[in-house]
């Protein structure tokens, strides 16, 4: 593949590259003058990397600190690394990260690693690996969840992500064919992408505030099967599109985003359900999911493919196999449009609504940012080192919300806002 001086390729549209890179400080972050930034992105992601951080310091940034991985390198550990390492993970430099976000730095992370990486290592050690690094992360991943900073995900077509997606094309024509569904899904493909955002984050803050009016108690999902009722938890509060974090900056944390969504009660989730799409979690595709809640918890998990990685994370701790997020997505967003399954959740998650297993949102309840940990779980807020999201929408589910009397509200029918 031709490249040229910047090492982009010549193949993907440069003009887009930069806009995505400009999206991602001035929308997904709307970076602060003074404002330092951890970067995290793939080695692959290098084009786009270097336009955010050029972006960024445009922006007027303090200090931004990139840090790298590689799918080699991550391939090595598996290869030859000692099998006790399997156990460990750097807390050092996630203690660094969150002692960043404590002084207010941004975090923005570039995705574009192989879907399937992972798919022929040992399972075992890829859920101890996992495990280890999610109790690691924690008080990095706290201040996230949290929303206590301005935080975004981006993507960008690594070769090997581009080549699952489609398989029967020639390397170059899948990257650029996966650039421009990016380019397209992150609403960059436009000639005003920034007005654009603001128009799409109005029309998500109008659906937000029709649900927060209802105040349901619960959401009744039913289609193939699902027959699953997702309790809310007391005080919660919908949210999509942009918000305010905790430093008082307005962000959208993931581009791109079709979802509304909120924190159910960990308690009162019951029936059954199962997933819609594949689900690719850490280098493992995991697909016709299908579990079921009693009391909010999951009793019963199967799945056609990955149900031995699916069972070691739903035991990692005792809030896996509970629900930390319920989100709403029509069938009709552009993400589902384009018919294109992108073995990658920031973009599956936003064609279908979904559930995510885990540690919940402290931001959607009202007033979150001033309820402590214990105030959050008594409202049925869900605790957990894991939040995974998993989808459950399609054109054929059907969802009412249900009121405190028992009263039933069509919210969506055959997979579109009722």
């Avoid at 039913?222 to 962000?251: F, I, R, Y």
């Avoid at 979802?259 to 819609?276: C, D, K």
Wanted: net charge negative.
């Amino acid at each position: 593949m031709t490249t040229h001086s910047r090492g982009v390729s010549a193949t993907i549209d440069p003009v887009k590259l930069d806009r995505l890179a400009e999206v991602a400080i001035k929308v997904g972050l709307q970076l602060q003058p003074g404002q330092d930034l951890v970067l995290t992105s793939s080695i692959a992601a290098l084009p786009l990397t270097r336009r955010i951080v050029e972006h960024a310091y445009r922006a007027g940034a303090g200090l931004v600190t990139p840090i790298f991985n590689d799918d080699e390198i991550t391939l090595a550990r598996y290869r030859y690394g000692a099998d006790a390492g399997f156990d460990r993970a750097a807390g050092w430099l996630y203690e660094g990260m969150a002692k960043a976000f404590s002084n207010n730095a941004a975090r923005l992370a570039v995705r574009g690693e192989d879907p399937s990486l992972l798919s022929g290592q040992d399972p075992s050690k890829v859920a101890r690996a996992n495990k280890a690094n999610s109790m690691a992360y924690q008080p990095a991943l706290e201040k996230i969840t949290g929303f206590d900073i301005n935080w975004n995900i981006v993507a960008y077509p690594d070769l090997a992500w581009a080549k699952q997606v489609f398989p029967g094309d020639a390397d170059d024509v899948a990257v650029v064919k996966l650039a421009d569904a990016i380019f397209a899904a992150s609403r960059v493909d436009v000639e005003d992408p920034i007005g654009n955002w603001t128009a799409h984050n109005a029309a998500l803050k109008g659906r937000t505030e029709w649900l927060n009016g209802h105040n349901f108690h619960a959401l009744h999902f039913t289609g193939p099967g699902t027959d699953l009722t997702v309790g809310l938890a007391d005080g919660h509060e919908w949210m999509g599109g942009a918000s305010t974090a905790k430093n008082g900056v307005t962000c959208n944390p993931n581009i791109p985003t079709e979802e509304v969504f909120t924190t159910p009660h960990a308690r009162g989730v019951s029936g059954h359900v199962s997933s819609t799409k594949p689900l690719s979690y850490q280098g493992t595709l995991i697909d016709e999911i299908s579990v079921r809640f009693e009391d909010g918890r999951i009793v019963e998990a199967k799945a056609s493919k990955g149900e031995d990685v699916l069972k070691k994370v739903l035991d990692t701790d005792d809030g896996a196999r509970r629900l930390g997020e319920v989100a709403l997505v029509p069938h009709s967003s552009p993400i589902s449009a384009s018919g294109l399954l992108f073995f990658n959740t920031l973009f599956d998650e936003n064609a279908a609504c979904h559930i995510a297993l885990g540690q919940c949102y402290s931001k959607c309840f009202v007033d979150g940012a001033s309820l402590t940990q214990e105030e959050i779980a008594a409202r049925g807020g869900n605790k957990s080192f894991i939040h995974i999201d998993w989808m459950i929408g399609s054109g054929q589910i059907d969802i009412d919300g249900l009121g405190k009397d028992g009263g039933r509200v069509p919210v969506m029918r055959k997979g579109e806002w009722a």
